[in-house]
């Protein structure tokens, strides 16, 4: 398990944005944002550059918490 910490979330829209993302990271078996938290906890064998690089390219700005 990855915990990320996701940063610009500021609507549903947006946790819903990163969401999607991290799903279509090869590797992802479940994602959950938790947009008042600010994080992302993702279950899989995905590289943690692969998640944040999803997260980048969803507009949004990612570290390992």
């Known amino acids: 398990m990855t915990k990320l910490n ?5 609507c ?3 946790q ?3 969401k999607e993302a991290l799903e279509e990271v090869q590797g992802v078996q479940a994602v959950v944002v938790d947009l008042a938290a600010g994080t992302a906890t993702v279950e899989g064998a995905a590289s943690v550059q ?3 690089a999803a997260v980048r390219e969803a507009g949004y700005e990612a570290a390992v918490g």
């Not at 996701?6 to 500021?10: A, F, L």
């Open 12 to 14: 549903g829209h947006c």
């Open 16 to 18: 819903k944005a990163v």
């Open 50 to 52: 692969a998640l944040v």
């Open 6 to 10: 996701v940063t610009g979330m500021s």
